[in-house]
């Protein structure tokens, strides 16, 4: 492993770069991705998502900060190159006060409400890079259930379907996910929708004296990701996971 590092243009070099001449396979192996995966990262085919990134420094020893600062630099350039211009970018209604939406009653008397569904997946895991999608599918609850049980505005939350398995056993793979988009306080210990880097990511947060948070798996086997005061600048907060529901 080549523990010299320079300068990188971009995050595949880098991660490469730190690769040395150990071979593909073994590294992949070490951090548990498939060697095609890994090769994708390296080309710049594929972003790496939160998770790999805390995996890969945790494992490599390089600063997860630096690895961070190319991804948000590379995430940045491919979002302009997509929509044909600069500037960051995030999934559109989620995170914003003004939601262009508002839950309507199936019939009058029923009192339902329809939440958002959004194609967008936070990563709990091996999630992808976030594109801007659209509300993809609407789901009733009723709304003096949201009221009463989740003591939330209806009109501030919206569904989001969980990828991955690094907040597992609460949050499963798959899971449909409610966040409260008007919740932008971070409070120790709970679990928030967080746009970094380009990508969501679905973490329960941890606040370390004196500017340090880091982001926390339930699950074990995926190391914490740290970040301090100059890249909490750059995380933008989606919202507040208030309620999860899933296969039994």
Not at 47 to 72: K, N, V, Y
Request: one cysteine or more; proline letters at 6%; glycine letters at 10%.
């Amino acid at each position: 492993m080549n523990n010299h590092y320079r300068v990188m243009n971009t995050l595949g070099e880098k991660l490469k770069d730190v690769r040395g001449a150990t071979a593909r396979a073994a590294f992949a192996e070490m951090l548990g991705v498939h060697p095609n995966s890994l090769a994708m990262y390296e080309r710049g085919e594929r972003l790496p998502d939160i998770d790999f990134l805390a995996l890969f420094a945790s494992q490599t020893g390089t600063p997860f900060s630096e690895l961070l600062s190319l991804r948000l630099q590379n995430g940045s350039n491919e979002a302009a190159r997509t929509a044909g211009q600069s500037g960051d970018w995030s999934v559109p209604g989620l995170g914003e006060q003004a939601m262009d939406w508002s839950p309507v009653a199936e019939e009058p008397g029923e009192g339902l409400v329809f939440l958002p569904l959004y194609a967008a997946r936070p990563s709990a895991g091996g999630g992808s890079l976030a594109q801007p999608d659209d509300v993809v599918d609407h789901l009733a609850f009723k709304g003096s259930w949201v009221h009463e049980e989740l003591g939330r505005n209806a009109r501030d939350l919206a569904v989001l379907r969980a990828s991955g398995d690094s907040m597992s056993p609460h949050i499963q793979d798959g899971d449909l996910v409610v966040v409260d988009t008007a919740d932008q306080e971070l409070q120790n210990g709970r679990i928030y929708v967080l746009n970094i880097a380009g990508a969501l990511v679905l973490k329960r947060l941890d606040f370390q004296p004196p500017a340090t948070v880091r982001l926390c798996s339930d699950n074990p086997t995926f190391p914490a990701a740290e970040l301090d005061a100059d890249e909490l600048q750059r995380l933008t907060i989606i919202g507040r996971a208030v309620w999860r529901g899933g296969r039994t």
